[in-house]
């Protein structure tokens, strides 16, 4: 049998095992983990949005569980036989709680698009749908007569959400217009402001208090800073408005006691909703944390949005959070931050420009266009070179969403693998040598006489990169018990 993990270790006779049964029936997808496992080794992991998973809580996904229907929430099914199902979900939500410090926690949710989905639904359950029942004089929507049924449709069609627009780091499922969230409301965007690019509470409570939104979101997937979530209730509260937040990117940074008192968003917010899987470091899936007097609405995502939930998910969510109920996560968490924290000032140092001139949370984002090139580019030359890293569109980007004039970094993966200051200074070093030796190729049709897109990078500034960090991820290697 090809045993191409550590066989001395549990986890790579495990490896080894689940390499073997899912090599005799397609050798294709068996040897494709162990080109994602090379992949991930290959490469500096710089993307926010990512991290790396224990390998219990990866054992947990690949169980039996996943043939378990169990719609509905624990005790309370549309399936028989869901007493293990039961158990599971119960423990991962008492877990995720207890760990948040929220009243209620869901943990079906198969991704954050899922999450924000099930919370945006049991917010207009409880604050349109059950009030108008109630006005209606009837418990269910099957008793109202098809007049009723059609007021309440357009009553729930017409709430208003006012959310961080897109390109100031706000996420496509806050009311973008091609996502099911911007057909669902009346949407209204906040922006960060243009000198500071920080966020403006004065600003935003005018323009809460002018358009009286049913929701206020405040979260995002691009910002580099902390948010005052006291301040946003007190917005919330003074235009009556549900506080949502979506904490996808900073859950592990609540998790592990960095974002407290006015920076905790279970504390401030009546329904938060994140994913499970970036800073946070569980499996791919979704979490919405709710205070008591929205849980009923909350649970019901099946029928409203959801099917099935992923038993094995809600199982290796339930390790995660007991993970991050550590020392050992909280001692990370504040680790992500000060390297976040050193690879922007080793960024400024050596003459880069760092949106906001640093960072708070995991993140960073650098306008690359000073350096001559779009933030596609600059992905790209840097992906060439083994760092990965997304571009990222900048507040009021002139290149648009698909060129960027930005990239976005993260350090909640490197951080995992161990990574600390002293290693943020040599790759932001690395990463200004490949920028600086990246230029665009000329290009007639376009405006400025340059490609936005096709560029040179220098061979022998991509070998001195890319000898560098192997350097590097030989001495932090990533699941050394694989072998
Ligand atoms: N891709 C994730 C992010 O970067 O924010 C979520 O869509």
Redesign the pocket.
């Known amino acids: 049998m090809n045993k191409p993990f550590n066989p001395e270790t549990l986890e790579g006779q495990y490896y080894n095992a689940l390499y073997a049964l899912i090599e005799k029936k397609s050798p294709k997808i068996a040897s494709s983990v162990i080109d994602e496992l090379n992949n991930q080794r290959s490469s500096l992991k710089l ?3 990512e991290n790396y998973s224990s390998l219990s809580v990866q054992a947990a996904m690949g169980t039996l569980l996943t043939d378990k229907y169990a719609e509905g929430f624990p005790y309370h099914r549309f399936y028989a036989g869901c007493e293990n199902v039961d158990l599971i979900e119960e423990e991962a939500s008492l877990k995720a709680a207890k760990l948040f410090g929220a009243d209620y926690a869901f943990v079906q949710p198969h991704s ?2 899922d999450a924000n989905l099930c919370a945006y639904h049991a917010i207009l359950h409880k604050t349109v749908e059950l009030p108008f029942l109630e006005k209606c004089g009837v418990k269910s929507i099957d008793a109202l007569s098809p007049e009723q049924w059609k007021e309440l449709r357009i009553k729930l069609q017409s709430g208003r959400l006012l959310a961080l627009d897109y390109y100031s780091g706000g ?3 806050h009311g973008y217009k091609h996502n099911v969230s911007g057909k669902m409301f009346e949407v209204s965007f906040y922006s960060v402001d243009k000198n500071t690019m920080l966020l403006d509470y004065e600003a935003i409570r005018k323009q809460a208090l002018e358009i009286k939104p049913l929701i206020l979101l405040a979260g995002y ?2 910002y580099p800073r902390k948010i005052n979530f006291r301040k946003m209730r007190e917005i919330a509260d003074e235009c009556s408005a549900v506080l949502m937040v979506d904490m ?2 900073f859950a592990g940074l609540v998790a592990g006691k960095v974002f407290e008192g006015d920076y905790d968003p279970v504390k401030w917010a009546d329904v938060v909703t994140s ?1 499970t899987h ?1 800073t946070l470091r569980g499996p791919r899936g979704g979490l919405v944390l709710c205070k008591e007097s929205f849980k009923d609405s909350v649970n019901k995502a099946c029928p409203l949005m959801m099917g099935g939930p992923l038993a094995q998910v809600m199982a290796a969510k339930a390790i995660a959070f007991e993970e991050a109920l550590s020392d050992s996560f909280v001692e990370y968490a504040h680790q992500i931050v000060k390297n976040t924290s050193f690879l922007a000032e080793s960024l400024m140092k050596e003459g880069v420009t760092v949106v906001t001139g640093g960072t708070d949370n995991h993140l960073l984002l650098v306008d690359v266009s000073p350096m001559g090139l779009t933030g596609r580019i600059a992905e790209s030359a840097l992906r060439e070179a083994h760092l990965m890293m ?1 571009r990222n569109a900048l507040p009021f980007d002139k290149n648009g969403p698909w060129y960027t004039s930005g990239l ?1 970094m993260g350090t909640a993966a490197l951080t995992t693998l161990g990574m600390k200051e002293k290693e943020m200074a040599e790759i932001a070093h690395i990463i200004v040598n490949v920028l600086e030796n990246t230029k665009p190729n000329n290009d007639s049709s376009s405006a400025s006489g340059k490609s936005r897109s096709k560029y040179t990078l220098d061979p022998k500034a991509k070998e001195n990169a890319i000898a560098k960090v192997k350097e590097l991820l030989d001495k932090f290697k990533l699941y050394p018990e694989l072998g």
Request: hydrophobic content about 30%; glycine content about 6%; charged content about 10%.
């Open positions: 993307i926010a949005s954050g698009s996420h496509l499922t997937s691009a996808a990117h994913t970036k997304n976005r």
